[in-house]
């Protein structure tokens, strides 16, 4: 019998880094994912084309966040691309417990296993590693992101974590009838031994 198909969902506070390592899991495992989807991105450019029903332009003006809802059918739009026969990986989400639900119905009606890997670091690592990324956009790009400011980041990160507390225990209470996974990660380190905890997690759920 063939095995089901993954999608990995990779979550966690800001400063984990979960951008780097979708891409690092996406260059260095090749032929295991088809495809890796950055929220972040595809939530910014379908903003950016008020793409979203529902979400107008005077919501943008104002910096309005997305409904659960809304963040769900933007990601479900771009799931719908690939076929069943895809492995595929996703940044940036769940952020609560409405999307965690999302995602495990969503690859049941898919067929694909769910995998998280809850992505943990402490405050101040998470914190430094914004502050790099936020020099390093400043000099390349002469701007940074406006949830890059220390105030701001540090008020993002422990939103995150109480949703995380939320987020975490749900999804064990539905993996345990659900198929699927479920990873912590200890995210302190350098990428590079973070990616290697990461690969051991999906060799145990291959």
């Known amino acids: 019998m063939q095995k089901r198909k993954q999608c990995v969902f990779i979550t966690g506070v800001p400063g984990a880094g979960k951008d780097t390592q979708s891409k690092g899991l996406f260059d260095n495992m090749p032929g295991h994912f088809d495809a890796v989807i950055s929220m972040s ?26 409904s659960d809802e809304m963040t769900g059918a933007v990601l479900e739009e771009r ?26 119905d969503y690859c049941q009606k898919r067929g694909w296993v ?3 890997l809850i992505l943990r670091v402490e405050e101040d690592i998470a914190m430094e590693r914004v502050r790099i990324r936020r020099a390093k956009d400043l ?12 105030s ?16 975490v225990p749900r999804l064990r209470t539905r993996l345990l009838t659900d198929p699927g996974w479920l990873f912590p990660v200890d995210c302190s380190g350098t990428p590079d031994e973070v990616f290697r905890r990461m690969v051991d997690f ?4 291959a």
Request: aromatic share 6%; glycine share 6%.
């Open 41 to 66: 991105g595809l939530i910014e450019a379908a903003l950016e084309a008020v793409a979203v029903v529902g979400y107008t332009e005077a919501d943008k003006a104002v910096g309005k966040l997305l």
């Open 114 to 116: 769910p995998i998280f």
């Open 139 to 150: 000099k390349e790009k002469g701007r940074s992101r406006p949830d890059d400011e220390e």
């Open 152 to 167: 701001v980041a540090r008020a993002r990160y422990r939103k995150q974590q109480a949703l995380l507390d939320e987020v």
């Open 202 to 205: 999906l060799t145990v759920a």
């Open 79 to 104: 799931l719908e691309e690939y076929s069943t026969d895809s492995s595929l990986a996703v940044s940036g989400y769940p952020r609560t417990r409405a999307q965690a639900e999302f995602a495990i």
